[in-house]
């Protein structure tokens, strides 16, 4: 009997130990599978990573537009998930471009193909920013955004009448659609440029400002290069407006130099905001030691200013610009011959500049020496951004190539800073820039777990710009794959058709904007 009893619960205990086992092994079996579930999956790439430091090879996952694995090895792995075999391959965040002058389909493929994931319309932004960001829904490869426009939303604050305000708003939103705001936009308010604004007009122009902040502004651009009426104290209050609402300005300069410089920096110094200075090579021209100098030194002390640079010797603007007013080849150093129309290639005399100028459109300026580049590219704190302007068949190279061109030319090639380096410059210090303005941006520019998955894969041996100022843009070489938010916008070198994938990019105001400093 005792014995009887004692095999009952002999197997009561087996039958017990065996269903604990069963269970753990299905709850196994449920975590595996739901770990290893993913859209795609890239295996063996060497994975930079500029925030953790990681660089060493690595498997990622990638599920429903985020990246949910970052392994030596995924073992679990359904057979049927999409596997890129990315031996050889450097696999790192996709590029993120502060400066950009074009969010056309065109734009966006000549962007994908050199690594960009996010394009950003800063520097001379758009009036109507709710409207453009509609306007790009389901049509975008990459990432977009943009900040508010100040040069546009001036001249509408010099309208004569209520009628040539309305008439000239629905001029700018009807430019919106065109995604190119230097050529769409620049004419429409040219007649503004030279004009200053009585305290009315820069009560209202701060009032439509903010309104447009509202509506996802990635806060103000501020391009007064382009419009020299608005004197210095009106550029300063400006900046008292954007540290009143905590949001950062981006400033094409009032002219070249170091004085250019100063004028920004000693605004953000007095008033607490944020400033971003767009591509310090043509800004500083010969004299770019002092002026990085300068910026750092006031980024040392807590002034809120950064900088960014592109990789070519030459610049591009619209001829209309006050720039060339007065005596502009004293200042540039340069003649009419180191002009080139983007449209032809040719180079200018001073017959085909009057001409020209009078039509309007796009030049290249040759004004800048190698040294000086260098200086700005090699520099660990100055980010890169291309101010590609995508126009014309001739349009200024850095428009497809700018970053191709810095892995290729000053990365492999001439060695002044290490890949871990440049890829930082391109990814993440424009995202921490942006974060705070754009909490989206705190998601990108990064490879971990839960990060976007917007990513660029390329070969470190073959990556090179193939744009000239000869051809103009052409695709860059060496990227295998781009990924946005998950989808693959580029395949094996290719362009997908019909993927996009892009999201936009909203800035969000940190407090109340209704009380007016």
Known sequence: ??????????????????????????????????????????????????????????????????ITAVENQLDQVDPNTRVIHASGLVLAPGFIDMHVHGQSPQAHEYQVRDGITTALELEW???????????????????????????????????????????????LNQAVTANEPLVAVQPLVAHSFQQALSDTQENWLADEIRRELTRGGIGIGMAHSYYPGADRPEIYGLFELAAHLNVPLYSHLRGRGLDAVQEVVANASATGAAIHIVHVNSTALGEYQSVLSLIRGAQLRGVDVTTEAYPYTAGSTTIQAAMFDGNWQDSYGISYDGLQWQETGERLNAESFSRYRELGGVVIIHMMQEPWVEAAIANDWVMIASDGMPYAPGAHPRTSGTFSRVLARYVRERQLLDLPTAIRKMTLMPAQRLEPVAPQMARKGRVQVSADADLVLFDPQTILDTADFDTGPQFSQGIHSVIVNGVLVVSEGETVPDAFPGQAIYGVLPHDMTHTP
């Open 125 to 171: 932004g758009y009036p109507e920013v709710g409207s453009f960001l509609a306007s790009r829904q389901g049509k975008a490869r990459v990432n977009y955004g943009a900040s508010v426009s100040h040069g546009a939303l001036r001249a509408l604050a010099l309208s004569a009448s209520d009628t040539e305000r309305a008439s000239l708003r629905q001029q």
């Open 1 to 66: 009997m005792w014995q009887r009893v004692k095999s009952r619960k002999s197997r009561n205990r087996t039958s017990t130990r065996f269903r604990l086992l069963l269970t753990i092994s299905l709850l196994m079996t449920h975590s595996i599978a739901v770990a290893a579930e993913y859209d795609l999956v890239i295996r063996q790439a060497r994975v930079i990573d500029p925030e953790t430091d990681l660089d060493g090879i690595r498997d990622v996952g990638i599920f429903e537009g985020r």
